[in-house]
């Protein structure tokens, strides 16, 4: 911005600024005259309204002239935020006749003699697909795919600060549940799993069951299975810290949809008391009528006692409240009608289904998915490590066993001695969460037969937890012109 040269002009701009509610955080004077100051000026607002009263509050000074206008968000998305990077210098004509024609002719021969050294000689060994049709992005509805390319961007990046793992976003410009199972396996020799993001329910339990019966490698939608295994491990340390059971205590849960449903059947299989799923029209019951087949197997399977009435009515005297649904459902009143010492996982995002305050006043322990909020449960606690282990282990399947093993691994790096009712889950820098996640999914995949000794490498390369007691020997064969293998 350009503001009149004098003594106070740089005061005035940052007066303005904090008189309107934000806060300086940088200013730069990047050029001047004998009558103008150019200042490149940075703060923090609330959200995109308050940035624009800023900038209007500014523009309305004497002397002032607001010239251009940046959003640091946006700024950091320019031109997206991942790339591909090769991981061979090719700086000879002798390296790039190994890593292209003629040499890798010889490769291309030994994969098709024998299909499953693919994952060891390619991309597939490390690379995933982030698969979406942008039917569910985020909390904001049915975007389509270029909307919710942003966050298979985000998503990949993630994957590969905290894990290791090269993932691709894969946008599918269809919502057409036969499209999208065909283009997927059409496109997965080159992954080494699928990763299912943002697709509405119920399409996307169909399009999971289906590609699950047709691939030979891992599909996870982690907005059912990497919610799951994250509110496990919450709710294992939320129990330990109010000395309850989980097969004696009755869950409520709020959102019958991907994530809900995921996550009331890994509880199932953990073994929990009891189980109340509500959604829109109330608790889903044996009897209730017009039922979709998802939630028909909830009604069959949970409620004991055939509960009819409302979220309200099924929170009295529950011990556990799980909410991933729609904000401001409930009151702290409503909290308060729950059994001592109760636990509170309000989900919904941005706005949780009720008051995170409002319900510390009644419950014991209180989770949300906010990152200003103590005990944020969040995703990324469990789909790095998750895909990690996969990878390594050469699964050909994610099972319930792995999102069991991984919720334990996440509960347990919080450690006996650091947990209280304010951390009942690790940091999402906590270097230690990805590791242990994938190890404890590595040993379930080692178990079903997934890895063999002689494949037992790690994502740099390196030789793993197995071992083999053979002397291997590397020859460098250079690629022979001329060879009929190598044409």
Same mark, same amino acid.
């Given at each position: 911005?350009?503001?009149?040269?004098?003594?106070?002009?740089?005061?005035?701009?940052?007066?303005?600024?904090?008189?309107?509610?934000?806060?300086?955080?940088?200013?730069?004077?990047?050029?001047?005259?004998?009558?103008?100051?150019?200042?490149?000026?940075?703060?923090? +607002? &609330?959200?995109?309204?308050?940035?624009?009263?800023?900038?209007?509050?500014?523009?309305?000074?004497?002397?002032?002239?607001?010239?251009?206008?940046?959003?640091? +968000?946006?700024?950091?998305?320019?031109?997206?935020?991942?790339?591909?990077?090769?991981?061979?210098?090719?700086?000879?004509?002798?390296?790039?006749?190994?890593?292209?024609?003629?040499?890798?002719?010889?490769?291309?021969?030994?994969?098709?003699?024998?299909?499953?050294?693919?994952?060891?000689?390619?991309?597939?060994?490390?690379?995933?697909?982030?698969?979406?049709?942008?039917?569910?992005?985020?909390?904001?509805?049915?975007?389509?795919?270029?909307?919710?390319?942003? /966050?298979?961007?985000?998503?990949?990046?993630?994957?590969?600060?905290?894990?290791?793992?090269?993932?691709?976003?894969?946008?599918?410009?269809?919502?057409?549940?036969?499209?999208?199972?065909?283009?997927?396996?059409?496109?997965?020799? &080159?992954?080494?799993?699928?990763?299912?993001?943002?697709?509405?329910?119920?399409?996307?339990?169909?399009?999971?069951?289906?590609?699950?019966?047709?691939?030979?490698?891992?599909?996870?939608?982690?907005?059912?299975?990497?919610?799951?295994?994250?509110?496990?491990?919450?709710?294992?340390?939320?129990?330990?810290?109010?000395?309850?059971?989980?097969?004696?205590?009755?869950?409520?849960?709020?959102?019958?949809?991907?994530?809900?449903?995921?996550?009331?059947?890994?509880?199932?299989?953990?073994?929990?008391?009891?189980?109340?799923?509500?959604?829109?029209?109330?608790?889903?019951?044996?009897?209730?009528?017009?039922?979709?087949?998802?939630?028909?197997?909830?009604?069959?399977?949970?409620?004991?006692?055939?509960?009819?009435?409302?979220?309200?009515?099924?929170?009295?005297?529950?011990?556990?409240?799980?909410?991933?649904?729609?904000?401001?459902?409930?009151?702290?009143?409503?909290?308060?009608?729950?059994?001592?010492?109760?636990?509170?996982?309000?989900?919904?995002?941005?706005?949780?289904?009720?008051?995170?305050?409002?319900?510390?006043?009644?419950?014991?322990?209180?989770?949300?998915?906010?990152?200003?909020?103590?005990?944020?449960?969040?995703?990324?606690?469990?789909?790095?490590?998750?895909?990690?282990?996969?990878?390594?282990?050469?699964?050909?399947?994610? +099972?319930?066993?792995?999102?069991?093993?991984?919720?334990?691994?996440?509960?347990?790096?919080?450690?006996?001695?650091?947990?209280?009712?304010?951390?009942?889950?690790?940091?999402?820098?906590?270097?230690?969460?990805?590791?242990?996640?994938?190890?404890?999914?590595?040993?379930? &995949?080692?178990?079903?037969?997934?890895?063999?000794?002689?494949?037992?490498?790690?994502?740099?390369?390196?030789?793993?937890?197995?071992?083999?007691?053979?002397?291997?020997?590397?020859?460098?064969?250079?690629?022979? /012109?001329?060879?009929?293998? /190598?044409?």
């Amino acid at each position: 911005m350009a503001v009149t040269a004098d003594a106070s002009a740089i005061g005035r701009l940052t007066t303005a600024v904090g008189e309107a509610g934000a806060v300086v955080t940088a200013l730069d004077v990047v050029d001047s005259d004998h009558t103008r100051v150019i200042a490149d000026l940075t703060c923090d +607002t &609330a959200d995109a309204a308050h940035a624009d009263q800023v900038v209007g509050d500014l523009e309305a000074m004497d002397g002032v002239e607001v010239r251009k206008v940046s959003d640091r +968000t946006f700024l950091l998305h320019l031109g997206g935020k991942i790339e591909v990077n090769p991981k061979i210098a090719l700086r000879t004509r002798d390296e790039l006749s190994r890593a292209y024609t003629p040499g890798v002719a010889r490769v291309c021969l030994a994969i098709a003699e024998n299909p499953d050294d693919a994952r060891r000689l390619t991309i597939k060994r490390n690379t995933i697909a982030v698969v979406t049709d942008g039917s569910a992005v985020l909390g904001l509805g049915n975007l389509g795919p270029a909307a919710a390319l942003p /966050v298979m961007e985000g998503k990949a990046a993630l994957f590969k600060r905290f894990a290791g793992v090269d993932a691709w976003p894969v946008v599918l410009d269809t919502q057409d549940t036969d499209e999208i199972v065909n283009i997927v396996k059409a496109i997965a020799p &080159a992954y080494g799993g699928i990763n299912l993001e943002d697709i509405a329910a119920p399409r996307c339990f169909e399009i999971e069951a289906r590609l699950r019966e047709l691939l030979d490698i891992p599909v996870f939608h982690d907005d059912q299975h990497g919610t799951a295994i994250c509110v496990l491990a919450a709710l294992t340390n939320a129990l330990r810290v109010v000395g309850k059971r989980l097969a004696e205590v009755r869950v409520v849960v709020s959102g019958s949809g991907a994530a809900g449903t995921a996550i009331m059947k890994l509880l199932l299989r953990q073994g929990v008391g009891d189980l109340i799923a509500t959604d829109r029209p109330g608790a889903l019951h044996r009897g209730m009528p017009g039922l979709s087949e998802s939630w028909q197997w909830l009604a069959d399977n949970t409620n004991r006692d055939n509960y009819a009435g409302d979220l309200r009515g099924a929170l009295r005297g529950a011990d556990v409240f799980i909410g991933v649904s729609a904000p401001n459902l409930l009151t702290g009143d409503d909290i308060a009608t729950m059994a001592p010492d109760s636990i509170v996982f309000a989900l919904a995002n941005p706005d949780p289904e009720v008051d995170p305050r409002a319900a510390r006043e009644h419950a014991a322990i209180v989770a949300t998915g906010r990152s200003d909020q103590p005990n944020q449960i969040n995703n990324v606690l469990a789909f790095p490590g998750v895909f990690r282990g996969m990878l390594d282990a050469q699964a050909r399947a994610y +099972t319930d066993d792995m999102a069991l093993a991984a919720a334990r691994a996440i509960a347990d790096t919080v450690g006996a001695d650091k947990l209280n009712a304010s951390v009942i889950v690790p940091s999402v820098f906590d270097a230690r969460v990805a590791p242990a996640v994938a190890a404890a999914v590595r040993a379930v &995949a080692k178990g079903e037969g997934g890895l063999r000794a002689e494949d037992a490498f790690t994502a740099d390369g390196h030789r793993g937890e197995a071992t083999v007691d053979t002397l291997r020997v590397t020859i460098d064969q250079a690629p022979v /012109v001329g060879d009929p293998a /190598v044409q």
